[in-house]
């Protein structure tokens, strides 16, 4: 899925900077300066392009808060002394109790898989529990769901706001989701997927909370302490990105056959999917993998954002330790998540898997107030490499 990086659009909008006005009140303030005051003109050595040039050339990896490029821009001092404030106050405890959540789910999950045999696919080196059934299965929901909520909140997640709107398809989708009533008896078709734009692994905190979904992994998670039992009771679906061999069907083909199960069999895992394949700071959407869209069955899509005004909770161009620490230092955070309809395809946007996936981007794009880029992964690897050049 990470190959995929060119827009399915026939012609994409050029990334640009998201309106200032959109963000939440007391950041006005800080978007109109530029990242780095005295180093605007600094060169990178690696494209040997201005800091002014990167930011407007890989614009939806941009960080605008005041920790700057990377986390490691010049802090005022006001800011330092909440840093010092915090480091001694809420970073141990919520490391602590962040801990200590992730201890207990760990070891309900060992209670509940014991003497259980996880479902097992050799070839594609799959293992999961998430297909074992009864009291065992609910427990394992319910007290992930709990349980992520409460790590949220220890995060300083106190409230996430949540909204479901009631919005008006496209005409062909419309028709096409009322003959196929007509069809069903008046049972509604069952999801294949629940598909999110991706800003922070924090969005994985959410899902689990909100519905306790199957994610993708790279299979190297399914060996971590813990998380790895967790991720194994989630249904995680493993992939080896980097394989070529024609031994897998590689990600497309592995997710494909998952979202169909979960389409057809009400009892099989529903599937959480960030078709974009990357995380971006939140202002922009980049261009769908169809992978999520292969199996052509009805998905529901949801726009998550994180309104801030000190320090975004974006994971885009920081590395995964300082975000931790800023994350913990910061007294509150926000979180926003937009429920929109489910998307039943047209007969033509079964045909074309290409074509489903624009379109339910171009609703999420205007629902969630995005702007669409056609720039993806290798560009972010690019933008990374150019900024630790610079810092």
């Not at 490029?69 to 802090?75: D, V």
């Not at 602590?96 to 789910?105: C, D, F, M, Q, T």
């Not at 929901?141 to 992520?148: A, K, P």
């Not at 479901?164 to 008046?186: A, T, V």
Request: proline share 6%.
């Amino acid at each position: 899925m990470d190959t995929e990086l060119k827009s399915m659009n026939p012609d994409p909008p050029k990334p640009e900077q998201p309106d200032p006005a959109s963000r939440d009140d007391g950041s006005n303030s800080k978007d109109d300066r530029p990242l780095l005051k005295s180093d605007s003109n600094r060169i990178s050595s690696t494209t040997g392009e201005s800091i002014e040039e990167l930011e407007k050339k890989f614009a939806a990896y941009v960080r605008n808060d005041v920790y700057g490029p990377m986390g490691r821009g010049e802090l005022p001092l006001a800011e330092k002394v909440l840093l010092g404030i915090a480091v001694v106050t809420l970073v141990p405890i919520r490391f602590v109790l962040a801990l200590i959540i992730l201890v207990v789910y760990y070891i309900i999950c060992r209670v509940c898989t014991l003497f259980s045999a996880p479902n097992r696919d050799e070839e594609e080196e799959q293992e999961d529990f998430a297909h074992m059934g009864g009291w065992r299965r609910a427990v394992i929901v319910w007290c992930g769901r709990f349980l992520s909520r409460m790590l949220l909140f220890v995060l300083g997640f106190y409230w996430i706001s949540v909204s479901y709107r009631d919005i008006e398809l496209p005409d062909q989708n419309k028709s096409s989701s009322q003959n196929e009533g007509k069809d069903r008896s008046e049972e509604p078709e069952r999801l294949g997927a629940i598909i999110s734009n991706h800003v922070s692994y924090l969005d994985i905190l959410y899902h689990m909370s909100a519905s306790f979904p199957s994610f993708v992994a790279k299979r190297s998670v399914a060996k971590l302490p813990l998380v790895g039992l967790i991720s194994k009771c989630l249904g995680c679906v493993y992939v080896q990105r980097e394989s070529k061999s024609s031994d897998f069907k590689g990600v497309s083909g592995i997710v494909t056959e998952r979202v169909k199960e979960s389409h057809e069999n009400s009892s099989a895992p529903m599937m959480m999917l960030f078709p974009e394949g990357t995380t971006t700071n939140g202002d922009f959407l980049l261009p769908f993998k169809t992978g999520a869209f292969l199996a052509t069955a009805p998905v529901r899509p949801v726009i998550l954002r994180y309104p801030y005004q000190r320090f975004s909770p974006a994971w885009d161009s920081i590395s995964g330790v300082l975000h931790v620490f800023y994350l913990f230092c910061q007294f509150i955070n926000h979180m926003e998540a937009i429920w929109l309809p489910v998307y039943y395809p047209s007969q033509e946007e079964k045909d074309d898997p290409k074509l489903y996936a624009s379109n339910v981007r171009r609703l999420m794009a205007r629902e969630g107030n995005l702007t669409m880029s056609d720039i993806g992964l290798a560009e972010k690897r690019i933008y990374h490499t150019a900024l630790n050049g610079l810092f």
